[in-house]
């Protein structure tokens, strides 16, 4: 089983950026595409942003396209997101997966981002 933690949220103000991190531990994970998700309380979880196993290819919500920008280091078992431009309606507990959700792990406990005016 793989575990995931997720780290770099925070507080930062209407604008600013957040490069979040995410650690694969326990089984390798270069084949698996990857991607971001988001959670708000009393709302399903969202894809925010996939990454093929290569890297070669992106994808992202078009809530944050132009804006966040997802990367991964398969020697470091890392998968990055780095969130630029934030707004308030980006605040939400962000977690990492595999893409396809038949063939996601465990999630972990992820990394709170609050964005305020």
């Known amino acids: 089983q793989v575990q995931l933690v997720e780290s770099g949220g925070g507080l930062v103000q209407v604008g600013g950026s957040l490069r979040l991190s995410c650690s694969a531990s326990?089984?390798?994970?270069?084949?698996?595409?990857m991607a971001w998700f988001r959670q708000t309380p009393g709302k399903e979880r969202e894809f925010v942003a996939g990454?093929?196993?290569?890297?070669?290819?992106?994808d992202y919500s078009d809530s944050v396209k132009g804006r966040f920008t997802i990367s991964r280091d398969n020697a470091k078992q890392m998968v990055y997101l780095q969130m630029n431009s934030l707004e308030l309606e980006d605040t939400a507990v962000y977690y990492c997966n595999r893409r396809a959700k038949p063939l996601q792990w465990t999630w972990g406990q992820g990394t709170q981002v609050t964005v305020s005016s």
């Open positions: 326990g089984r390798q994970f270069s084949g698996w595409d």
């Open positions: 990454i093929r196993w290569t890297g070669a290819s992106t």
